[in-house]
């Protein structure tokens, strides 16, 4: 299957700052992609879906100011997480998709807020 | 998108065939059934997705009902790295998965 890299892994940072996570489709173009969020214990929450070139569509209850998301090219999409605080953190995820394909997901990022 | 209604946890044989159901009884025409795992602290991992026909793939079959208000995931010779937590997804073309509880896969030796 294709493949999806996230940067970094893991991160851990002090309360109020900005953290910016990558996600690449290393071998294809991904038309749109997919950043959820997964606390301990719990099923992945579908953040926001963003088409490379438009403003991502966030879902219900995520604050757009807060999770920045750009989607610049085919390959690449960054979450950034602005003034971050201890309930932010979590296990993020990325997926991409290409056209009508399957999404592919990538390895995850632990986020810690101290 | 369709809910999805899965057994929380179930038990396999290593080497025994593992059948996962999962019942999706308000289902639309387009909307197709994608399975996926996740293995602990990793991303999913897509399984495989079907419309109507039955599907197979390298790792799994995939059996909709003809009335397509469910379906069965088959691992045909489950080994200990198939212990994963199993997302049954019905989702239309739009891409949008929404991910229920899943079902939590133990293989046993």
């Known amino acids: 299957g294709a493949v999806v890299s996230q940067h970094p892994s893991w991160v851990i940072c002090k309360s109020g700052t900005s953290v910016k996570i990558e996600c690449r489709s290393l071998d294809f173009q991904a038309t749109t992609m997919f950043w959820y969020r997964q606390f301990p214990k719990q099923s992945l929450m579908l953040m926001a879906t963003?088409?490379?070139?438009?403003?991502?569509?966030?879902e219900q209850g995520v604050e757009k100011d807060k999770f920045l998301i750009n989607h610049a090219s085919l390959t690449l999409s960054t979450l950034t997480v602005t003034s971050a605080h201890p309930e932010d953190s979590s296990f993020y995820i990325c997926?991409?998709?290409?056209?009508?394909?399957?999404?592919?997901f990538g390895p995850g990022t632990r986020l810690t807020v101290l | 998108d369709a809910k999805t209604t899965q057994p929380t946890s179930m038990d396999c044989a290593e080497g025994r065939a593992a059948n996962l159901p999962c019942n999706h009884s308000?289902?639309?025409?387009?909307?197709?059934v994608y399975w996926y795992r996740q293995i602990h602290s990793q991303g999913p991992q897509y399984i495989i997705h079907?419309?109507?026909n039955n599907e197979t793939n390298e790792m799994a079959s995939l059996i909709i009902t003809e009335d397509r208000k469910s379906s069965t995931l088959i691992l045909p010779h489950a080994t200990l790295r198939d212990t994963a937590v199993y997302y049954c997804i019905v989702q239309r073309d739009t891409g949008k998965l929404i991910f229920g509880q899943g079902t939590t896969l133990q293989v046993k030796p």
């Open positions: 963003s088409n490379e070139g438009s403003k991502a569509t966030y």
């Open positions: 997926s991409a998709r290409a056209d009508r394909d399957e999404q592919f």
């Open positions: 079907g419309l109507k």
């Open positions: 308000t289902i639309s025409g387009n909307e197709y």
